[in-house]
């Protein structure tokens, strides 16, 4: 079983539209969570950043950590076709160096 | 100018071949990464360095080497080429000791490496 776990899709949606895109993991070590959005032929960049559980707001970008679930989410509001990526989801625990990522959803926002 | 460069940014090569790939930074970050992706499999670290003289092993090293050549430059090597080694191929630094409590990772552009 991998430590992290995350559909590949693609994901289909119309301009407008709310995105949920999510991950499920197994280390309960895991304190430090992130939203990387990679565009084609490009290299991944951060998106959002989150310490423990709870929830954090950017925009039309929302972070949302259940540890009791070992879940993540990120949801976008009102879609645009520039949101069109790959998005990764990653993790680390408190003093470690290793993050761990997920494969990647592929998202396409269709104008 | 990008913070985190790599080049060459293609490379289409033959097995057996000794390719080195190369990554040069100005963050001043003092932590280097190597990954390379595949489709399905996500990121997976090859080598990282948390300073010029202190190189690690990652997951998935077999058949790679690196070298920091100073504090902004990490090389990596493939030694004797093989098609199972085609993948792209990305580059990250972060500074945890530079004062980025978060340590967060900034990625090159990458490099699209092809074994024949």
């Known amino acids: 079983q991998k430590e992290v776990e995350q559909d590949p899709g693609p994901l289909s949606v119309p301009e407008g539209a709310i995105v949920s895109l999510n991950c499920t993991y197994s280390?309960?070590?895991?304190?430090?969570f992130m939203w990387y959005r990679q565009y084609s032929r490009k290299g991944p960049e951060l998106l959002m950043y989150?310490?423990?559980?709870g929830n954090k707001e950017d925009g039309r970008f929302t972070a949302q950590v259940d540890k009791s679930s070992k879940y993540i989410s990120l949801f976008i509001r009102d879609s645009q076709p520039s949101d069109s990526a790959t998005y990764l989801c990653?993790?680390?625990?408190?003093?470690?160096?290793?993050?761990?990522f997920g494969a990647g959803t592929r998202l396409f926002v269709k104008a | 100018d990008a913070d985190v460069t790599q080049t060459p940014r293609n490379r289409i090569t033959k097995t057996g071949k000794r390719i080195m790939l190369e990554c040069s930074q100005t963050?001043?970050?003092?932590?280097m990464y190597w990954y390379r992706q595949d489709p399905g499999l996500g990121l997976r670290l090859i080598y990282y360095?948390?300073?010029?003289?202190?190189?690690n092993k990652g997951e998935i090293s077999d058949g790679y080497s690196v070298s920091r050549q100073a504090q902004a430059k990490f090389s990596l090597s493939l030694e004797s080429a093989i098609p199972n080694q085609t993948a792209l191929y990305f580059c990250?630094?972060?500074?945890?000791?530079?004062?980025?409590?978060?340590?967060?990772?900034?990625f090159g552009p990458g490099t699209r490496l092809t074994v024949l």
């Open positions: 990250a630094t972060s500074g945890l000791t530079s004062g980025d409590s978060t340590d967060t990772q900034y």
């Open positions: 280390n309960s070590a895991f304190q430090y």
């Open positions: 989150t310490y423990s559980s």
């Open positions: 990653a993790m680390r625990n408190t003093g470690g160096f290793k993050t761990i």
């Open positions: 963050k001043g970050h003092d932590r």
């Open positions: 360095s948390f300073d010029v003289k202190d190189i």
